[in-house]
């Protein structure tokens, strides 16, 4: 069974840090982008960044520039998404899933993971 899981979510102060980890199993990650997904409530899922499968490429949305950086370690099959400088309006959970190339489309990812809730609060 083609899994993603993710981890690492939980509740953070404002300017806090949060690294999110992303799991796969049934599969490797080696030949495949991955991509970080978020949604907060009442809103549609929107793009946070992606990594080639190559780890040679990478992008963020404008919102989460030079605070998120992601990575990949295609030897442990996971890839991870360090948060930093933590705002309120990063709460929502957050998904990785798996695809051909950093397309940011929805309708383009074939696996998915359940998801991970990040609260940033005080």
């Known amino acids: 069974q083609l899994q993603l899981v993710e981890s690492g979510g939980g509740l953070v102060q404002p300017g806090g840090s949060l690294k999110l980890s992303c799991a796969a199993s049934?599969?490797?990650?080696?030949?495949?982008?991955i991509s970080w997904f978020r949604q907060a409530p009442g809103k549609d899922r929107e793009g946070v960044s992606c990594i080639s499968s190559s780890g040679g490429s990478t992008s963020y949305a404008d919102s989460v520039k030079g605070r998120f950086t992601i990575s990949r370690d295609n030897a442990k099959n996971t890839v991870f998404l360090q948060m930093n400088s933590l705002k309120p309006e990063d709460t929502a959970i957050y998904y990785c899933?798996?695809?051909?190339?950093?397309?940011?489309?929805?309708?383009?990812?074939?696996?998915w993971g359940k998801g991970t809730l990040v609260t940033v609060s005080s």
């Open positions: 049934g599969f490797t990650i080696d030949h495949y982008a």
């Open positions: 899933a798996s695809s051909l190339d950093c397309s940011g489309r929805v309708d383009d990812m074939d696996v």
